[in-house]
């Protein structure tokens, strides 16, 4: 009773009240934006593609997201209600996607010049500045090569699948290519590439392959984690049993 008659009761419930319309005015500001989707790319042009690259038999749910834009806009439950089934899938899916988003792409995803599917890289020499690349040997600049005119520096290029020489125009742009580099200053050298025949090891192809940018599942030993204890335990006792 001497509560209700405190005079702090009456400081309490108009604190409360103050607290209660101030978040009103707060909560608008956490409205959830709209998730951008990415444009697709000469190596990624479309959902059955990506579906194919990063494996884990994904490319057999590609009838069930219609579009690029669903590909990158469909949350969970959406995934479910379209099949995508189990939730390990759509789990894998969405990580997968979010690297994708962020530009974070597997072997040969940053090509541009790319036929059904297949591109080319090959070393070759340009003049020194040239390409305003500076790291020795990972795929941009090598110098000090025997093989190797006065002035030049050797550096990786996408061409076409089927070109043989490499012609820059004015405003092509020399850039690292991610997971590939120059190895021993004379062949590319990365995950999937194929050397090219009649190129003397100067160039390789790469083509979109299953799984090709699929993260690896775990092998699980004894059971994994959770069942490790309880399987060598059974493990023990049978031993002493034909023992």
Do not use: C
């Not at 009773?1 to 101030?22: E, I």
């Not at 020194?128 to 000090?144: C, D, F, I, Q």
């Amino acid at each position: 009773m001497a509560m209700r008659n405190s005079p702090l009761s009456g400081l309490s419930s108009r604190f409360f009240k103050t607290v209660r319309t101030t978040n009103q005015f707060i909560r608008p500001f956490h409205k959830k934006t709209a998730p951008t989707v990415p444009s697709p790319t000469p190596f990624v042009p479309d959902v059955p593609t990506f579906l194919t690259l990063i494996g884990r038999e994904m490319s057999k749910q590609a009838s069930k997201i219609p579009s690029w834009e669903d590909l990158f806009t469909y949350n969970s439950n959406q995934l479910r209600e379209a099949g995508v089934e189990p939730a390990r899938q759509r789990r894998y899916l969405i990580r997968k996607r979010e690297k994708f988003r962020h530009g974070l792409y597997g072997p040969g995803g940053d090509l541009v010049e790319v036929v059904d599917g297949v591109a080319q890289l090959r070393v070759v020499q340009v003049p020194a500045g040239s390409t305003g690349l500076t790291e020795e040997g990972e795929g941009s600049e090598v110098k000090a090569s025997a093989t190797l005119s006065p002035g030049m520096v050797k550096t990786l290029v996408n061409v076409a699948p089927d070109a043989t020489t490499f012609k820059p125009s004015k405003n092509y742009e020399f850039k690292k290519f991610a997971h590939m580099r120059i190895h021993r200053g004379t062949s590319p050298k990365g995950p999937y590439l194929q050397p090219l025949k009649g190129s003397n090891g100067t160039a390789a192809t790469i083509s979109v392959q299953e799984g090709m940018w699929e993260d690896k599942r775990g092998h699980k030993v004894d059971g994994g984690e959770r069942r490790r204890r309880e399987v060598q335990n059974k493990k023990r006792l049978d031993e002493r049993r034909k023992a």
